[in-house]
């Protein structure tokens, strides 16, 4: 099993930033891929970034040029810088790992979820 823990959300006024951070444990060798999800209420849970253990990257389109992912391996801790902040930004932000990058892309095959940080952007 592995335990994702998630830190770093709440309250900022647009044009803002946050960074958020995810920290896994547990059976983690068997982890090579981590991202982040949101989920905005009354909609869908949807990819917002994900990363490789070898640090390549995919970001959803509306989150490219504003938002970055990053990862430390030594801390087995994943990043997510968000700049810029808009109001539809504002959602639960989940940690995502999964054993290959093609599964942690999508919701349905995502192995492990964090449980979740509230980020809120005030206009």
């Known amino acids: 099993q592995v335990q994702l823990v998630e830190s770093g959300g709440g309250l900022v006024q647009a044009g803002g930033s946050l960074r958020l951070s995810c920290a896994a444990s547990?059976?983690?060798?068997?982890?090579?891929?981590m991202g982040w999800y949101r989920q905005a209420p009354g909609k869908q849970r949807e990819l917002v970034a994900a990363?490789?253990?070898?640090?390549?990257?995919n970001y959803a389109d509306s989150m490219k040029g504003r938002f970055t992912i990053s990862r430390d391996n030594a801390k087995n801790t994943v990043y997510l810088q968000m700049n810029s902040l808009k109001p539809e930004d504002t959602a639960v932000y989940y940690c995502a790992a999964a054993t290959t990058f093609r599964r942690v892309v999508l919701t349905t095959r995502v192995d492990y979820w964090g449980q979740g940080t509230q980020v809120t952007v005030s206009s």
């Open positions: 547990g059976s983690i060798f068997s982890i090579n891929a």
């Open positions: 990363i490789t253990s070898g640090g390549i990257t």
